[in-house]
């Protein structure tokens, strides 16, 4: 088992969450991860590591297997690369996160609230 940290996606709610993460155990509806920039991909969000913002998420307990899948869909290692994280929950944890590998060029605009689902809220 692994704990993994998510932030657009597959958060409760959104499009992948049920076929990648319904089955798995919910640890945190609210956690955030620290010195990171979250940017919009337009369906989906991207996070980019050394960045200087806060990025709010959920926290799940997956199987080897959901892994495996996540990997798949978040193209690890060359799309997005699965990295360790400090998460918060309030209290510190670790867990897994995927950051993009590639740095954000100027046509993605940085969500400077690091709230996806607020971000998709606010653009309708």
Avoid at 18 to 32: E, T
Avoid at 37 to 64: C, I, L, Q, R
Avoid at 65 to 83: K, V
Wanted: with cysteine; proline share 5%; hydrophobic share 40%.
């Amino acid at each position: 088992m692994a704990l993994v940290f998510v932030y657009g996606s597959l958060l409760s709610g959104m499009h992948n969450h049920p076929a990648f993460l319904g089955k798995a155990k919910k640890v945190s509806n609210d956690a955030f991860i620290k010195d990171c920039t979250m940017y919009d991909f337009g369906a989906f969000p991207a996070v980019k590591a050394h960045g200087n913002g806060v990025v709010s998420g959920e926290v799940y307990d997956v199987s080897a297997e959901q892994l495996a899948r996540l990997d798949w869909l978040e193209g690890h290692p060359l799309f997005y690369r699965r990295s360790a994280v400090e998460c918060y929950l309030p209290e510190p944890i670790k867990a897994i996160t995927y950051f993009i590998v590639e740095n954000p060029h100027g046509e993605y605009k940085e969500i400077k609230s690091g709230d996806w689902r607020g971000h998709c809220a606010r653009k309708g």
